[in-house]
């Protein structure tokens, strides 16, 4: 099972090369500066800005706050380069990374993808005034393949229907006012048990690898299913649990054991099931990449919708271009992104200038 996807995105003029994760949960593009001086910022490869020609200084300082990480950066306006095609948009490049949240990652940066709090930080606004695209849609499709580190792909401007059937697709509308993917999540169930949220809010978080829920309903989850408070089960019984079943807009959206389940040793595995931290916003479940990874998922900016679109058995293996922007994604199936996503990325918070 993968638990990090991340792409390539040049900066500036000539181009210097990131890998960056492409978050639906924050909104904003950064990378390390060269006068970072951090451990997370030293082990990466960081912008150094007078070596670009088209680097634009906007004097400004922002601050991107995670459940328990952070970063510090200048803003500046500056050439992108992404899935071929270029354009003139803001990025952040980090002079802070404190805390060990992204030590042990295998990207640079991160390029937010949320619905945006500034339409100026939305790589999709920017695309759409720049004509690259002509929709404001994201589509993924995340590989589970433990054996690859090729793992899926990303399209901006619309999505690719080799990947799923288009007359089983349902779209979930995102709560009114929301700056993030928000909707409604009815309840969850295994086995007999239901477990009521009274319409509980949720998020579809690209950025986070596993499935956060509160804590008492992730314990609820795991004695249902026979797994221990921290997690852990014997892999021989993997097969024999449960099915887990999320009901959203009235639909199933099923979870096998081999969806929720990770084998980190060839007798150990632990289940993707963690307990939400603290409180975000009135957020109660996020559902990461081990949800993601089961559907084709759409992010519709225009329409302020989601869709998981069943998978096809056979997907294909070559990229019909087509007008629109894809960015092939790698990945990174070890045990050490598994527990950095799941104890320090999370959720993006809040952008403050």
């Not at 003029?13 to 990378?31: A, N, R, Y």
């Not at 288009?166 to 239901?194: C, G």
């Not at 989850?221 to 993997?238: M, P, Y």
Request: glycine share 8%; aromatic share 12%; charged share 20%.
């Amino acid at each position: 099972m993968n638990m990090q996807y991340y792409g390539d995105v040049c900066i500036g003029t000539p181009p210097q090369l990131f890998s960056v994760i492409f978050d639906t949960g924050s909104s904003l593009l950064w990378v390390p500066s060269n006068s970072c001086d951090s451990p997370a910022c030293l082990k990466s490869r960081r912008f150094v800005r007078r070596n670009s020609k088209t680097y634009e200084p906007l004097d400004k300082i922002v601050s991107v706050f995670y459940l328990k990480s952070s970063v510090k950066g200048l803003l500046a306006r500056e050439q992108i380069q992404l899935g071929g095609v270029s354009y003139k948009g803001i990025f952040a490049e980090a002079i802070q990374e404190p805390g060990e949240g992204f030590l042990g990652a295998h990207f640079d940066g991160i390029m937010g993808m949320s619905l945006p709090e500034q339409d100026q930080y939305s790589i999709l606004s920017v695309m759409v005034q720049q004509n690259l695209v002509k929709r404001k849609i994201i589509s993924f499709y995340l590989k589970r393949n433990l054996t690859e580190n090729q793992g899926g792909l990303m399209m901006i401007g619309g999505w690719d229907e080799n990947y799923f059937s288009a007359n089983n697709i349902s779209y979930i509308p995102v709560n009114q006012n929301a700056t993030k993917w928000e909707f409604t999540l009815d309840n969850v169930r295994v086995k007999n048990i239901t477990l009521s949220c009274n319409r509980c809010v949720a998020i579809a978080d690209t950025g986070s690898s596993v499935i956060f829920g509160p804590p008492k309903d992730i314990i609820k989850i795991q004695q249902t299913l026979g797994i221990n408070q921290e997690g852990f089960i014997d892999c021989k019984i993997r097969e024999k649990l449960e099915a887990v079943h999320f009901v959203i807009g009235n639909k199933l959206y099923t979870l096998k054991p081999s969806d929720y389940i990770m084998q980190i040793s060839p007798q150990v595995c632990i289940s993707v099931f963690f307990e939400m931290p603290r409180p975000i916003g009135g957020i109660m479940w996020i559902l990461g990449d081990a949800f993601l990874a089961k559907f084709y998922t759409i992010f519709d900016f225009e329409q302020k919708r989601i869709a998981f679109a069943t998978l096809k058995t056979n997907v294909p293996h070559q990229i019909e271009k087509d007008g629109n922007v894809y960015c092939g994604l790698g990945s990174s199936n070890t045990l050490n992104s598994f527990l950095l996503f799941s104890l320090f990325l999370t959720q993006f918070l809040s952008i403050s200038i």
